[in-house]
């Protein structure tokens, strides 16, 4: 996708699997970089295929949901790296603070603005060209329908962060013309997202008219922030100490190669063994004691969430290819280097008989529970739930499962989560620990139509695509 404003072309590199974008914005001889992800290869090939120097890169703020890669895309291209001067970094940069401005090539100048509540050092960047305002790079100051979540620097900075944010959103909407152009870092399913909308581009007026941060009065836009927040991925707590540490660019080179043998040790030791196949095929047959995070879904957002941290992880995968999109993505979350990968068939990986777990759909449940009493585990998250869930489910976010087994029920456990991803990662954990468990792979909304009785609320559930 790419949006041209004049001479300009505002190039956004997206980072779908975390909900996030990057900015690659040049004139056609120089360019700055927002935002950066830690695999800066791809920000290299962008700007080589334009015949572009990248001479600026600016960090909206220190990143709470992925490693940047603002430091290294430095390193290596010689740009000046701009992050806010009040950040505690441990690295040389250019200390920016409110209203600087910054001249990038001889038609861009991007004015730094202080936006804080998505952390209270937040920066926003306005770009004009020729002097006239065409844009801003909001970060997660003022999002598409939304605003960057509050309250990822604990419970104690909410409060104050919440009407920070509301705040620096009409800040933006006061300082820059209705055409400008909004370029946010996170919103596309990002947890980083307070809510969730499915635009792709804004304006500054279109979020005038839209956005509830600048329609509503700032109480019921707290009140209504704080209602839809919901858990954040447990990884989060390690990106903010090793951004102001100043990340270097990753190894994406391939990791050792295990046989069976070594699968099976590595499994009897504790470690991780992950299968990247698709919920469909490792139900059918995988290394016992291995967990399913396929490839196809949220990957590195399930297990970063899940994965106690430091634990050595070996990857399964059908092709090299699956195992370097595993590492790519494992390294924006500070997951450096596999201990191990096998690629092929679970036949190839395992020492004894394969493992299968039964799949079903939410008619089958229904069917069972005329003639037997089976446990049913829900997986969604805490919003997902009280907005509606079967009657007599046990509700145990995906998240807190590990800690939680001793509370599911011995004997025959169906587990479901909205759509299937997050059962099979639930199915794996159990029966990686030894339960009798049901995959439901369905999508929760046939619930009700397959006759299973349901409880709602008029609470509207947190979004998920998995």
Known sequence: MERTIAVLEIVPIDTPTLGDRSYLVHDGTVAFVVDPQ??????????????????????????????????????????????????????????????????????????????????????????????????????????????GRPDLLGPTHTHDLVHHQYASAHRLAAALPDTAALYPTHGFGSFCSATQSDATASTIGGEKRTNPVLTNEEQAFVEEVLAGLDAWPAYYTHMG???????????????????????????????????????????AGHVAGTLNFGIDGSFATYLGWLIPWGTPLTLLAETPEHVAEAQ???????????????????????????????????????????????????????LEAAAARIDGAIHIPLHELRDRLAEVPYGEVWVHCAAGYRASIAASILAAAGRHVVAVDDAFDQAAAAGLPITTSTHEPALSNY
């Open 38 to 147: 830690r695999d800066i290869d791809r920000v290299l090939d962008l700007a080589a295929a334009a015949g572009v120097a990248i001479t600026h890169v600016f960090e909206t703020h220190i990143h709470n949901d992925y490693i940047t890669g603002g430091l290294a895309l430095a390193a290596r291209t010689g740009a000046a790296y701009h992050v806010n001067a009040d950040d505690p970094v441990t690295f040389d940069r250019v200390a920016v603070r409110d209203d600087d401005v910054v001249t990038v090539g001889g038609s861009m100048t991007v004015q730094v603005i202080a936006t804080p509540g998505h952390t209270f050092t937040h920066l926003s960047y306005a770009l004009r060209e020729h002097d006239e305002p065409v844009a801003v790079f909001s970060g997660g100051a003022l999002l598409y329908g939304s605003v």
């Open 328 to 382: 790519r993505e494992l390294v924006r979350i500070g997951i450096d280097r596999p201990a191990a990968h096998a690629t092929g068939t679970p036949t190839g990986w395992s020492t004894g008989p394969l493992a299968t777990i039964p799949r079903a759909t939410f008619a089958d449940l229904a069917q069972v529970r005329h003639h037997r009493p089976v446990t049913v585990l829900d997986t969604r998250r805490n």
């Open 241 to 283: 100490p090793a951004n102001t540490a100043g990340p270097a660019a990753p190894d994406l080179s391939t990791p050792r190669h295990a046989d069976a043998e070594e699968i099976r040790r590595r499994l009897a030791a504790g470690e991780w063994v992950v299968d990247l196949r698709n919920r469909v095929a490792f139900a």
